[in-house]
Structures are given as C-alpha cells and as structure tokens.
C-alpha cells in the first residue's frame, strides 16, 4: 500500500505539517472504512442517515452542532481542531485568503472547505465562500443562489459585491462559480481575479476558496500562488504518496504558503485515529 495512511506518513513522506484529521462519516456510523462515499457527497443531515442536503437552508456542516443540525461530537471537533490550526498555523496569523484544494479529485475538498468556512463565521467573523472551481462545481449543490455568478464577474459583467448573497449560516456569504467558461485559467489568473482577492480580503475577516485538484490543471496552482495560504486535503488510505509528493513540489515551485495538510477519511475505529486525535505532534 503505497498510500498516505496516517499523520506518521504524512509527517515521514510529505514533510508537511496535519492541520487536522477528519473521520470517515461510514467509520462514524460502523460500516466499513473502505465502502465510504467520497466526503463531497456527504453532506451533515446525511451523516445521521436522513437524506442528503440540497438547499441553503439545510447547509452542509459537520459544525452545525449548535442549530441541532448534525450532533456528532468526534466530526464537530475535527472541523474545530482544523479551524484551529488555520488560524494558528505558522509564526502567526496566516492571510485571510485561503486555498482548499487536493492532489487530485475526490479527495473531499470542497466539504472541507465548506466546513471551514462555517467553522470560521461561527466564531462570528465576516466570512465569504468563493467556488473557484470552473472546471466542475460542487458548492452550488449546497447553496443554490442563481445570481451568484463568479465567472460573470471576471469575463467583466458587473461586480463581484453584486454576485455575492448572504447564506442561512449566519455571517457566512457565498460567491458561486457560476456559468463553466471555456476559458477558466485565463480568467483566474487575471487581474481582475487579483483584484476580487485583494478586495474581498478587505472586507472579510476571512476568504476561503474551492479550487480544482493541484495535478488536472493548472489552475490550483495559479490561484495557490496569488492567496495567502493554501490547504491541502489527502485522503487516507486512497491517494498515492508519491502523487502528494508531485503536488506538493508543484504548489512549492509556484510560490505557495502551504499551510498543511487536511488527512480525509480516517477510519475512528482504527489506532491511528487514536493516535490521531490525542496525540498529534
């Protein structure tokens, strides 16, 4: 098994540091580890076994605890612990702008940065949410808004305060990716998009970003240069080393502040999550 497992390898292979390490919602629920749902399609009423959320108003967040939408305290506490570390990491505050992004696809990105963003307006801060994904979306599943168009924005159709919309989180606003443009790359590495970070970081306490995986194009990278700090999710037991290894050296070459790494899907019955969750270095 040629795979990241647990924080022994990502500290041993990647040299990164864990930001925190997220179980797997089948774990959570006692199926096994390896028939999990990829995180992207879990969404917090799921976990509990009711049916998936598709609207604003039954957002997905494992850090809904207070509103009694979802009540598990070991995912609760991981989103924590991740917020935690955000804020924490390094020798002080990181930028305000942050990255989520992965090696490759369905790795749980964007239910990460979801669930940071969350984690991040409950602590009663400004927060804004932004689906840099053009290639295939996934945050418009959870908070539908059809005026909220990102890629609008940067082909020069109106401003972006216009296609911003406050969410039911409350402090939590969203800016979605809108129409796929046939020319992603051009646009994210504008200066238009250059200008939205800078603004945005302004008036937010805190700017998270969905983005494509590292490796399929070169997006990741470009946004990853420009941000403050970048995120990057691993999932356990399924994403070769070798192609975190490659992922890291891209994001590295490109002038990124690598904040981490988001271990996905650990299985809470194993002694790794043990170690994991009260042993981590």
């Not at 955000?86 to 942050?98: A, E, K, Q, Y």
């Not at 216009?162 to 504008?190: A, D, I, K, R, W």
């Not at 990057?232 to 080393?241: A, E, F, I, Y």
Request: neutral net charge; glycine residues 6%; aromatic residues 4%.
């Amino acid at each position: 098994d040629q795979s990241i497992q647990n924080t022994q390898d990502v500290h041993h292979f990647l040299r990164a540091p864990v930001l925190a390490s997220i179980p797997s919602p089948n774990s959570l629920n006692g199926r096994r580890n390896e028939n999990a749902l990829h995180a992207e399609q879990v969404s917090a009423l799921n976990l509990t076994g009711q049916e998936p959320v598709v609207s604003d108003a039954q957002v997905v967040g494992a850090t809904q605890s207070d509103s009694g939408v979802h009540k598990n305290p070991v995912l609760s506490e991981a989103f924590r612990e991740l917020r935690t570390s955000v804020l924490f990491s390094g020798s002080g505050r990181p930028g305000n702008s942050i990255l989520v992004t992965s090696a490759q696809s369905k790795e749980g990105k964007t239910t990460i940065a979801m669930n940071l963003a969350i984690s991040l307006a409950q602590l009663g801060r400004p927060v804004l949410l932004i689906d840099a994904d053009m290639r295939r979306p996934c945050v418009q599943k959870y908070f539908p808004q059809k005026g909220s168009r990102l890629s609008s924005y940067l082909a020069g159709q109106g401003t972006w305060r216009e296609m911003v919309y406050q969410s039911s989180v409350s402090g939590l606003c969203v800016l979605l990716c809108g129409p796929l443009p046939s020319n992603p790359t051009e646009l994210l590495s504008s200066d238009t998009m250059r200008a939205l970070i800078r603004e945005t970081s302004a008036e937010y306490s805190y700017v998270v970003f969905d983005s494509p995986p590292l490796l399929d194009v070169a997006d990741s990278r470009i946004l990853a240069s420009i941000v403050g700090a970048t995120v990057l999710v691993v999932k356990s037991g399924d994403t070769p080393r070798h192609v975190v290894q490659y992922a890291i050296s891209q994001a590295r070459s490109a002038g990124t502040n690598l904040l981490g790494v988001v271990l996905n899907n650990i299985d809470v019955r194993s002694n790794d999550y043990s170690y994991l969750a009260h042993g981590r270095s």
